[in-house]
């Protein structure tokens, strides 16, 4: 899935590397989610998904730190 986060959306690949990653049990995290600076990621769950999954859900979870959403606490809302 990596790799085909790198051929196919080099940006988020390159934001992906930056971030610290850590697996986690599954009585704290059952699918993956993100802090401020950190990804955790349940290794049951992420061996069950197909690859466009995973590129996808990465993808997802990056736009997270990107948009800093666990730093504001709410959703951004851009007006233009």
Known sequence: AI????MLCP???VLFQAID????DSRV??????TEDKMV?????VSRC????????????VDHIA????VSGT???IYI
């Open 75 to 77: 959703l951004l809302v």
């Open 41 to 45: 990621y349940n290794l049951e769950f």
């Open 21 to 24: 990653r850590q697996p986690c």
């Open 50 to 61: 197909s690859v466009p999954e995973l590129i996808f859900i990465l993808i997802h979870e």
């Open 67 to 70: 948009m800093q959403h666990s």
């Open 3 to 6: 790799a085909g986060l790198k």
């Open 29 to 34: 995290c059952k699918t993956m989610g993100v």
């Open 11 to 13: 940006y988020y690949w």
